[in-house]
């Protein structure tokens, strides 16, 4: 399978904790995104990589969240001091650099969070 | 700041029977649309996109949508229904003139498919 990969899958954390979640874009896309869906709601932007420079990042839900392509290929998502509404999808897409904007974006299958 | 709306949170439709899921959209200037589906427990699928030209998108599994900029809508269609096209289906939309690439989407309309 070739298509975006997200791992984990699941998550399960204590209030407080930090936790990391990895996604592995399709090898020739070089642009990387990360949303964020919530139960019964469609996926909310947080940021967007190009390459490894970060050109969106105003989305992000608080300073708690991060994140990072260090070397334009895999990219990771950081959520420190998590929260009980933290709980949530959070899904990864890439896409190749088409007429900006008009490209498929390619979703992975997620990494579903729960905050205890 | 765009928006995307899909005002049924359901849709029922018998197998063989045409099905449609309906979008509507705001945005600045021209937009680009997008129709995503959703399995249980998984991410999203791409079905098909409007850019430009033919108002009449096909896409992925038999479905096509169209675009129709006087009543900004982007409705998904198929001409006989499966058990199996039963999923969540999600409206997206982003502004032709965008830099920041974010795709805005609709909550979502549940399709249930029934033999």
């Known amino acids: ?116 | 700041a765009q928006s995307v709306a899909q005002p049924e949170d359901q849709v029922n439709v018998a197998e063989g029977n045409p099905l449609t899921v309906k979008c509507t959209y705001s945005v600045s200037g021209n937009p680009y649309l997008f129709w995503y589906v959703q399995y249980p427990n998984r991410g999203l699928q791409f079905l098909l996109k409007y850019i430009t030209g033919d108002n009449l998108v096909k896409g992925s599994y038999g479905f096509e949508a169209e675009f129709n900029k006087s009543q900004t809508s982007f409705h998904l269609k198929k001409p006989s229904a499966l058990v199996s096209d039963s999923a969540l289906y999600f409206c997206a939309v982003r502004p032709a003139n965008n830099a920041g690439n974010m795709l805005t989407f609709g909550g979502g309309t549940r399709l249930m498919v029934k033999p």
């Open chain 1, 1 to 116: 399978d070739t298509g975006v990969s997200q791992d984990p899958r699941h998550k399960i954390t204590k209030r407080g904790q930090n936790v990391t979640f990895r996604c592995d874009p399709i090898s020739e896309h070089n642009r990387l995104y990360w949303y964020r869906q919530t139960l019964g709601q469609g996926p909310e932007f947080l940021t967007y990589f190009q390459n490894e420079a970060q050109l969106e990042k105003s989305r992000l839900l608080s300073d708690r969240f991060s994140a990072e392509r260090p070397k334009g290929s895999f990219s990771t998502l950081e959520i420190q001091r998590t929260e009980q509404g933290d709980s949530a999808m959070y899904l990864c897409a890439s896409s190749s650099s088409g007429l900006a904007g008009s490209e498929t974006q390619y979703f992975g299958p997620g990494t579903r969070l729960l905050v205890l």
